[in-house]
Nanobody, 123 residues
């Protein structure tokens, strides 16, 4: 069982990136998938989650209107589209799976999580 975030990189302010959260060994469709980020020197922040029953996405105020979360069940992957990026979005981004969206930033409360991917927003 593995969950892997990917798609990070260097992007200029105002740019976009699409992160992927891919699962192996289990079906993502059966889980709510949450995204987090942790910037250097800061605590981990819950930023988004997509529910399992109605695929409704939830967003933290810090990313609402700029980030979009979606599923592709055929690819067993969840995507986080990030637009209008700013320097404050620089962080390691990771995803986790749970039975429902809780908004908790504590990874140990989730069923599965994996290594993150680094997003650097800089000119």
């Amino acid at each position: 069982v593995q969950l892997q975030a990917s798609g990070g990189g260097l992007v200029q302010p105002g740019g976009s990136l699409r992160l992927s959260c891919a699962a192996s060994g289990f079906t993502l469709e059966s889980y709510a998938i949450a995204w987090f980020r942790q910037a250097p020197g800061k605590e981990r922040e819950w930023i988004s989650c997509i529910a399992t029953d109605d695929d409704r996405p939830y967003y933290a105020d810090s990313v609402k209107g700029r980030f979009t979360l979606s599923r592709d069940n055929a690819k067993n992957t969840v995507f986080l589209q990030m637009d209008s990026l700013s320097n404050e979005d620089t962080a390691v981004y990771l995803c986790a799976a749970d039975r429902r969206c809780t908004g908790s930033p504590t990874l140990e409360l989730y069923n599965f999580w994996g290594k993150g991917t680094l997003v650097t927003v800089s000119s």
